[in-house]
């Protein structure tokens, strides 16, 4: 993202902050929660935080319950707590956190519970720059592709191998490779080599995934409750990029 794209994005993030939502459909809702975020990572990446809702008045108020304004699965690397780039406080985010954003039964049904207990309604997929797990998965890619071909007896046999790899990719036993490594090879495909673009696709393949394996969610797209945006946070920088699929 450009600076003049980040500029007009939190722009609008600052727009959305000023305008009363009170009797706004739903997706107004998860716009402007979204916008709020945008905006407390614009103050971050300034360094100017606020560090807002994180007193003693807050704790207590929430002892009995919680309202958090969105969902976000992100990274367990240290560098991105999402309450600190979004400069978020007690309360406001429901975060799940998995290296490389990885999916399993856990990850989703906490991020059910979130849409069906707590009612939030936005779901922020975060990737970042950096990350070690699209490394890790683009080594054991490069070893698993390897592999293949020098197993083939000839050029032919060797491009069929080639063609059957999301196959070998998808039944691999390393979760790594199943779920980072795919969305590597899925950028190759597209001619998309720079690690920068494994990042991206690899947020989108996250959304198609936690989309096709979680019928809760589904249904609350499917019933305009529930909004889901990717976003890369560039640790260079400290601001969030928006993605657009």
């Known amino acids: ?14 727009a ?3 305008a009363d939502t009170t009797n706004q459909p739903h997706e107004s809702t ?5 916008s709020r975020m945008l905006a407390g990572n614009r103050r971050f990446a300034e360094g100017k935080p ?21 969902a976000v699965l992100s990274c367990s690397d240290s560098r991105v707590p999402p309450e600190i780039v979004f400069d978020a406080g007690l ?3 429901f975060t799940v956190r998995t290296a490389g954003q990885i999916l399993d039964d856990a990850v989703i049904a906490s991020l059910e519970y979130a849409v069906v207990k707590l009612h939030v309604s936005l779901l922020v997929v975060l990737g970042h720059e950096g990350c070690g797990a699209i490394d890790m998965a683009a080594h054991e890619l ?20 080639i063609d059957d790899l999301d196959e070998r990719i998808a039944e691999a036993e390393s979760i790594v490779l199943r779920s980072v490594g795919m969305s590597v090879w899925q950028a190759r495909q597209a001619e ?17 995934e936690l989309v096709t394996r979680s019928e809760v969610i589904q249904d609350a797209l499917a019933h305009d409750q529930l909004m889901i945006v990717g976003a890369r946070y560039q640790l260079s920088t400290g601001k969030v990029e928006v993605l657009s699929f």
């Open 192 to 208: 998309l080599d720079a690690h920068e673009d494994f990042e991206r696709v690899h947020v989108a393949h996250t959304i198609e």
């Open 30 to 34: 998860a716009n402007s929660t979204w």
């Open 91 to 93: 309360g406001d985010l």
């Open 142 to 161: 490069d070893d698993m592709i390897a592999a293949t071909t020098d197993n083939a007896a000839g050029s032919l046999e060797a491009a069929d191998a």
């Open 1 to 14: 993202m450009s600076e003049d794209q980040f500029e007009q994005e939190n722009a609008s993030a600052a």
């Open 16 to 18: 959305y902050d000023s």
């Open 50 to 70: 606020e560090h807002p809702w994180q007193d003693t008045t807050t704790r207590e108020s929430l002892i009995d319950r919680q309202n958090p304004d969105a």
